[in-house]
C-alpha cells in the first residue's frame, strides 16, 4: 500500500478524527473576542492573538493527556508548524504523541471578480515550493477549503467550476509531493435556505470537483474529502431534524463520491458541539462505503476555549472539556 493511503487511513482510523487548529492570525483573534463576550467580567481583559497567546492555547489543546485516542491529526497554521513545545517542534510533539501534522496551504477566500459575494481560494502560486518545506518541516496532509455561497442566484457555474478547478491543481501538488490533500469544498450554512436547496447546491458543487479531480489524475485512494453536512440554511424557519440531515447527506453523497475514497471528514461549519456530534452520529447510524469522521475546529475547541479564557489556572478544566466533547464525537463514529 503507499505511503499517502496508508496515511489517509490512518488518519480516520476507527474512533478517530481530526482537529482543525489551523485558524489563521485574524480568525484566532476572532474566536479569542467570542469568549470575551461570553466569559465572566473576570475575563473581559481578552486576549490578544500574537505568536505567544496562539501557542499558549494551542499547547493546551496539544498536551492534553489522552487526547490521542480521538484525534489522529492536526492541521496547523503556518505560524504553529514553526514553533516549539517542551524543546520540540511541534509537527514532532505531535508525532511523539502518535498524532499526525497536517498544515492549511490555502492563502484564504477571496472576492471573485465580475462575481459579488462569491469567492475563490488562492495560493496555487509557488505552492510546490511550499509544500516542499512543509514536509521538510513534519507535514503529512494538507488542507484547501473553497467556500461557497447559497444567495439570490448563487452560487454561480463560475465560481463552483473556479473552486472545483482550484482544489483538483493544489491536490495534484500534494500527491507531487507525498502529502495527503485534504479537499475541503464547503457549502456554507449562511441564509434562509433549506435542506433540499443545500442537497442541490452540494451535489452541483462536489460533482464538479470529481470532475476536476480526474481530469487532474488525481488518486482517489489517497485524499481525504472534507465537505459541509446537508443541512437547513441558518436563517431557514425550519430546521431539519438530525435524522432528515442524516439521510440527505448519505444520499447526497452515495451519488457524487467515489467509493475508492477512504474517508469523509466533516467541517463543523458553525454548527454548536451538541449539533455537530448530534447529527455525525446519525450520519454513521445509517453509513456508507467511506470511514465517516470529522475534521473539526470550533465544534471540537469552543467549550475548551471558552473554560481556558486566557488564563494558566484554567489549563485542566479546559483540557478536561476538550477531551470530553472529543471523546463525544469519536463515540459518534461508532
Ligand atoms: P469548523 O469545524 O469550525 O467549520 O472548521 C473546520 C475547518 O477546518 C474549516 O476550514
Redesign the pocket.
Known amino acids: 500500500m503507499s505511503t499517502l493511503k496508508q496515511t489517509a487511513q490512518a488518519l480516520v482510523a476507527p474512533h478517530k478524527g481530526i482537529l482543525?487548529a489551523?485558524e489563521s492570525s485574524k480568525t484566532i483573534q476572532k474566536r479569542f473576542d467570542k469568549i470575551k463576550d461570553l466569559a465572566s467580567s473576570a475575563y473581559k481583559i481578552g486576549i490578544t492573538s500574537t505568536p505567544e497567546t496562539n501557542l499558549a492555547y494551542r499547547k493546551m489543546l496539544f498536551s492534553t493527556s489522552g487526547i490521542e485516542q480521538y484525534i489522529s491529526g492536526v492541521?496547523l497554521y503556518d505560524e504553529t508548524i514553526r514553533q516549539e513545545i517542551d524543546g520540540q517542534s511541534v509537527p514532532k510533539y505531535l508525532e511523539n504523541k502518535g498524532i499526525l501534522a497536517g498544515i492549511k496551504v490555502d492563502k484564504g477566500a477571496w472576492r471573485l471578480p465580475n462575481f459579488e459575494d462569491e469567492k475563490i481560494t488562492e495560493g496555487l502560486d509557488n505552492l510546490r515550493d511550499r509544500l516542499t518545506e512543509y514536509k521538510e518541516l513534519g507535514a503529512k496532509f494538507a488542507?484547501w477549503?473553497a467556500v461557497i455561497n447559497i444567495g439570490e442566484g448563487m452560487p454561480t457555474e463560475a465560481a463552483i467550476l473556479a473552486n472545483a478547478h482550484a482544489l483538483a491543481r493544489y491536490a495534484a501538488l500534494c500527491q507531487e509531493q507525498d502529502i495527503v490533500p485534504i479537499v475541503?469544498p464547503?457549502v456554507l450554512m449562511d441564509g434562509p435556505h433549506d435542506l433540499q436547496r443545500c442537497k442541490e447546491v452540494t451535489t452541483q458543487t462536489l460533482k464538479a470537483v470529481f470532475d476536476e479531480l480526474k481530469l487532474y489524475k488525481i488518486d482517489l485512494e489517497e485524499i481525504l474529502l472534507k465537505p459541509n453536512m446537508v443541512i437547513s440554511g441558518k436563517e431557514s424557519s425550519v430546521q431539519a431534524s438530525a435524522e432528515e440531515i442524516a439521510k440527505a447527506t448519505i444520499e447526497t453523497f452515495k451519488e457524487v463520491v467515489p467509493q475508492e475514497v477512504p474517508g469523509i471528514v466533516f467541517?463543523?461549519?458553525?454548527q454548536t458541539p451538541d449539533q455537530a456530534t448530534e447529527n455525525l452520529t446519525a450520519i454513521n447510524q445509517i453509513g456508507g462505503p467511506w470511514q465517516l469522521s470529522y475534521?473539526?475546529?470550533?465544534?471540537l475547541q469552543d467549550e475548551a476555549l471558552t473554560a481556558w479564557a486566557g488564563k494558566e489556572e484554567n489549563i485542566s478544566a479546559a483540557q478536561e472539556a476538550f477531551l470530553q466533547r472529543a471523546r463525544k464525537v469519536s463515540e459518534a463514529c461508532s
Open positions: 482543525a489551523d492541521i488542507k477549503r475541503e464547503e467541517l463543523s461549519g458553525g475534521s473539526y475546529g470550533r465544534a
